[in-house]
């Protein structure tokens, strides 16, 4: 997610500040060479995540995954 954009791993992609509610998945044709380099940017970031937990966690859960082999993605 950006300021502007979120895009989901499934595909789903929308402007935020202008749909809340993100009911406006925005179509790849119609993209803003801004919006294109967004979406392209945040695939890539989402290539290098680690999978999201399957479970769900807390503050006291124990045992929590790590991925000391997986590239940072902060930079």
Same mark, same amino acid.
């Given at each position: 997610?950006?300021?502007?954009?979120?895009?989901?791993?499934?595909?789903? =992609? =929308?402007?935020?500040?202008?749909?809340?509610?993100? +009911?406006?998945?925005?179509?790849?044709? +119609?993209?803003?060479?801004?919006? +294109?380099?967004?979406?392209?940017?945040?695939?890539?970031?989402?290539?290098?995540?680690?999978?999201?937990?399957?479970?769900?966690g +807390?503050?006291?859960?124990?045992?929590?995954?790590?991925?000391?082999?997986?590239?940072?993605?902060?930079?």
């Open positions: 997610r950006t300021q502007q954009y979120k895009l989901y791993p499934e595909g789903g =992609f =929308f402007e935020v500040p202008e749909d809340l509610e993100e +009911s406006n998945d925005l179509n790849e044709s +119609s993209l803003s060479k801004g919006a +294109s380099l967004e979406k392209k940017m945040l695939t890539t970031v989402l290539g290098k995540a680690p999978p999201a937990p399957t479970e769900p +807390s503050r006291t859960t124990v045992n929590r995954p790590t991925y000391a082999d997986w590239p940072c993605i902060a930079h």
